[in-house]
């Protein structure tokens, strides 16, 4: 799988631009056709990191702000590997959470419910490069439709 190119923009205000004009303002579904809603909100989340480890995301993250494009390959890549998510409040996987790894350690978190006919939806959460826990990741349950919809019902 060749990986997408680097997104090369001049500064934050640019990517931020492009998170919401991509993101934000454009329709993106999953591969298997749950559309992900993304929030403005989320950019600072997604795009910044904290210098201290202390969970305070204080600093601009170039290397995620680049691979903002992969996003929307990752999302839409069938060939992504679904994996449920770890809730670190209830330390357990959440089937109606939802991690896409495709690129190199990067993955995409999206949490899932229903909308008012009852298909699936999902929230974009952030995404991040796993270097540090790709192999837990990789350990994680596989996701699946049928137990997040059991999971939302």
């Not at 934000?24 to 559309?35: A, L, Q, S």
């Not at 992504?80 to 959470?97: F, I, L, M, N």
């Amino acid at each position: 799988m060749p990986l997408p190119p680097l997104l090369q923009l001049p500064d934050e205000a640019a990517y931020r631009q492009h998170f919401v004009g991509t993101y934000c303002r454009g329709v993106i579904e999953t591969h298997d056709g749950i559309r992900v809603f993304f929030r403005q909100n989320q950019f600072d989340h997604a795009f910044y990191e904290s210098t201290s480890r202390d969970g305070a995301k204080d600093a601009f993250s170039w290397v995620r702000a680049e691979r903002m494009n992969w996003i929307g390959a990752t999302l839409t890549d069938p060939a992504a590997v679904r994996y449920q998510g770890w809730v670190a409040r209830t330390r357990s996987y959440d089937p109606a959470r939802r991690v896409d790894l495709l690129y190199e350690d990067f993955v995409v978190v999206l949490a899932l419910g229903l909308n008012r006919d009852g298909a699936l939806r999902a929230n974009f959460v952030t995404c991040f490069q796993a270097d540090n826990s790709v192999a837990k990741i990789r350990t994680s349950p596989l996701w699946t439709r049928e137990a997040c919809l059991n999971a939302l019902r």
